[in-house]
């Protein structure tokens, strides 16, 4: 199973952090792993994220899953299964941050990351555990001349 975290950085600090994200990764780990230090951690996560705008990515996701079949939501929670390729991810929404889970092929999750990537150019999603991170939308570096 994949889990990942997915925050809404702020523009100043994805200006900043361009091709530097493995920091911004350091700082998530370092909040799940060191139990004494999360509230220092988490002021300072607070600092660099913006809340979820959890109605209208909910509304974005409604309007552009609704159609698909193995698509479906109870509350704040989003899911895709396709039993042909044997593929499934739930997305959940919260205040500050988006869980999403998978299995199987990467197709569910994939689609569910298309959906936010239009909410916003600045999300991360991390993987914790298998050490992963990137930018849903590619985030380009700014030549200075």
Do not use: C
Not at 8 to 17: F, G, H, N
Not at 28 to 35: G, H, L, N, R, T
Not at 115 to 139: F, S
């Amino acid at each position: 199973m994949r889990q990942y975290t997915i925050y809404l950085m702020k523009e100043e600090i994805v200006e900043y952090y361009v091709g530097q994200e493995y920091k911004l990764f350091q700082l998530f780990q370092e909040y799940e792993q060191s139990k004494n230090l999360q509230p220092i951690i988490k002021k300072q996560i607070e600092y660099i994220t913006l809340p979820i705008q959890e109605y209208s990515l909910s509304q974005l996701l409604k309007q552009t899953l609704s159609k698909r079949k193995d698509y479906a939501f109870k509350g704040h929670e989003h899911t895709i299964w396709i039993p042909k390729v044997k593929s499934s991810a739930k997305l959940s929404l919260y205040e500050n941050y988006i869980e999403l889970s998978a299995t199987g092929s990467f197709e569910a999750e994939s689609i569910l990351f298309e959906v936010i990537r239009k909410d916003a150019p600045y999300y991360l999603a991390i993987d914790i555990k298998a050490e992963r991170y990137g930018w849903l939308q590619p985030i380009k570096q700014r030549n200075f001349v």
